[in-house]
């Protein structure tokens, strides 16, 4: 059997990295990169040579398509542009995979599973925190019963001063681009809860504000590199320190204008960086969620309440004191013990998520007991959670969610 043929849009940060040279990395034997596509052309040569590939480099993908003649396209393109990337792979015989957010509105979810239903090919949605070994765990916990019937989860996510602030320089701080962080970073969370929970969610009631960045700063700037103010600001970020991220965007940024070191205190800014939602799912479970970006800590903490018991994590990225390098589960029985499960990080992105999901989707025979491939339902689901959050505090109400599904 011969490679597999992927052609990769989008050659940014995840990209040229994940899909690119740790894609070839993990699985090179059964995968061959035919053609990088961007809109970017020195990008695409730094992209390129960072990857290690001598593949033909494109700044128009239906060009690409024809000329490459892919099996596979990965779509890792700003996300307002997904649906425009995923339709005119379907429509020229290539399956697609995407970054999440698999796109940013209703109407382009609607558009998505249309053009997979009319050509028969495959969208595949790369949520990779299904892989996470935590993750993993617990949907095997809850598909044993081991609390009985789920009746309620807590779900609070916690981005911290770095990870956090950096939405606020990139193209995600826009609506239009990134459909706010409910739909770009929550869209992972949602996707957890939709699998999890293995259901669907009906009802979404959402607050969110923007508290601390944009036009909430002390201060103002362009852009971090060359700012008057850099040594007063806390979220300074100097791009030179990453040679990466210089390498990708610094001189590329001469192409196209987009530089990756924007002020976070912008004016023009108009995401929440503060959100709650309260969610209601058709088995009959009641969500809490919030997310916050600017916390000392990175993280999660995440509970499930069921009819005979609670399982509890608190998952730790980064704080400012030491942790073991594993999580805990607390599986707590109603008039039982509590029983403390570790288990272990891996290596690898998210938790050892990215390596194992790049291996479920081109290593052919590995078995699925648990769901982890994810298709473009669940990719639409979970973009329409943020949607109908978004929504919500928009309006002030609360907002079914088939209805943004069925058009």
């Given at each position: 059997?011969?490679?597999?043929?992927?052609?990769?849009?989008?050659?940014?940060?995840?990209?040229?990295?994940?899909?690119?040279?740790?894609?070839?990395?993990?699985?090179?034997?059964?995968?061959?990169?035919?053609?990088?596509?961007?809109?970017?052309?020195?990008?695409?040569?730094?992209?390129?040579?960072?990857?290690?590939?001598?593949?033909?480099v494109f700044t128009d993908?239906?060009?690409?398509?024809?000329?490459?003649?892919?099996?596979?396209?990965?779509?890792?393109?700003?996300?307002s542009v997904h649906d425009?990337?995923?339709?005119?792979?379907?429509?020229?015989?290539?399956?697609?995979?995407?970054?999440?957010?698999?796109?940013?509105?209703?109407?382009?979810?609607?558009?998505?599973?249309?053009?997979?239903?009319?050509?028969?090919?495959?969208?595949?949605?790369?949520?990779?925190?299904?892989?996470?070994?935590?993750?993993?765990?617990?949907?095997?916990?809850?598909?044993?019963?081991?609390?009985?019937?789920?009746?309620?989860?807590?779900?609070?996510?916690?981005?911290?001063?770095?990870?956090?602030?950096?939405?606020?320089?990139?193209?995600?701080?826009?609506?239009?681009?990134?459909?706010?962080?409910?739909?770009?970073?929550?869209?992972?969370?949602?996707?957890?809860?939709?699998?999890?929970?293995?259901?669907?969610?009906?009802?979404?009631?959402?607050?969110?504000?923007?508290?601390?960045?944009?036009?909430?700063?002390?201060?103002?700037?362009?852009?971090?590199?060359?700012?008057?103010?850099?040594?007063?600001?806390?979220?300074?970020?100097?791009?030179?320190?990453?040679?990466?991220?210089?390498?990708?965007?610094?001189?590329?940024?001469?192409?196209?204008?987009?530089?990756?070191?924007?002020?976070?205190?912008?004016?023009?800014?108009?995401?929440?960086?503060?959100?709650?939602?309260?969610?209601?799912?058709?088995?009959?479970?009641?969500?809490?969620?919030?997310?916050?970006?600017?916390?000392?800590?990175?993280?999660?903490?995440?509970?499930?309440?069921?009819?005979?018991?609670?399982?509890?994590?608190?998952?730790?990225?980064?704080?400012?004191?030491?942790?073991?390098?594993?999580?805990?589960?607390?599986?707590?029985?109603?008039?039982?013990?509590?029983?403390?499960?570790?288990?272990?990080?891996?290596?690898?992105?998210?938790?050892?998520?990215?390596?194992?999901?790049?291996?479920?989707?081109?290593?052919?025979?590995?078995?699925?007991?648990?769901?982890?491939?994810?298709?473009?339902?669940?990719?639409?689901?979970?973009?329409?959670?943020?949607?109908?959050?978004?929504?919500?505090?928009?309006?002030?109400?609360?907002?079914?969610?088939?209805?943004?599904?069925?058009?």
């Open positions: 059997m011969g490679k597999t043929r992927v052609a990769l849009v989008g050659t940014g940060h995840r990209g040229a990295g994940t899909w690119g040279r740790e894609l070839l990395a993990q699985v090179g034997d059964v995968v061959e990169m035919v053609g990088l596509c961007d809109q970017n052309p020195l990008r695409l040569e730094r992209a390129r040579a960072a990857i290690g590939l001598d593949a033909p993908l239906g060009a690409m398509l024809r000329e490459t003649r892919p099996d596979r396209l990965m779509v890792c393109s700003r996300d425009e990337h995923i339709v005119q792979a379907l429509e020229a015989g290539v399956d697609a995979m995407t970054e999440k957010p698999m796109t940013t509105t209703a109407e382009k979810c609607r558009r998505i599973l249309e053009a997979e239903k009319r050509t028969g090919r495959r969208v595949d949605v790369t949520f990779n925190y299904r892989y996470a070994p935590t993750s993993q765990r617990i949907k095997q916990l809850l598909l044993d019963g081991a609390i009985g019937d789920v009746v309620s989860v807590d779900f609070h996510w916690y981005l911290d001063t770095k990870h956090g602030a950096d939405y606020f320089r990139r193209w995600h701080a826009y609506r239009a681009y990134s459909g706010s962080l409910f739909v770009h970073k929550a869209t992972h969370h949602f996707d957890l809860l939709n699998w999890y929970l293995a259901s669907e969610p009906e009802e979404v009631f959402a607050r969110g504000e923007l508290r601390h960045y944009g036009r909430k700063g002390p201060f103002r700037g362009t852009r971090c590199k060359d700012c008057a103010r850099a040594g007063e600001c806390d979220f300074h970020f100097d791009i030179s320190s990453d040679a990466w991220l210089e390498m990708l965007y610094e001189d590329p940024s001469r192409e196209d204008g987009y530089v990756r070191d924007a002020c976070v205190f912008r004016e023009d800014i108009d995401i929440p960086d503060t959100m709650s939602a309260a969610l209601r799912y058709r088995n009959g479970v009641q969500v809490s969620y919030s997310l916050n970006t600017f916390m000392p800590i990175e993280g999660h903490h995440l509970a499930f309440n069921g009819t005979k018991g609670r399982i509890e994590v608190r998952q730790y990225e980064r704080q400012p004191w030491t942790v073991p390098p594993a999580d805990e589960i607390l599986l707590m029985r109603n008039f039982g013990a509590v029983e403390h499960i570790w288990v272990p990080q891996e290596h690898g992105g998210h938790w050892g998520g990215d390596p194992k999901m790049q291996a479920m989707l081109f290593r052919p025979g590995i078995p699925d007991p648990l769901g982890l491939r994810a298709d473009a339902r669940a990719g639409a689901l979970a973009v329409l959670c943020g949607v109908a959050a978004l929504e919500s505090i928009d309006s002030g109400r609360s907002v079914a969610v088939a209805p943004l599904l069925q058009g």
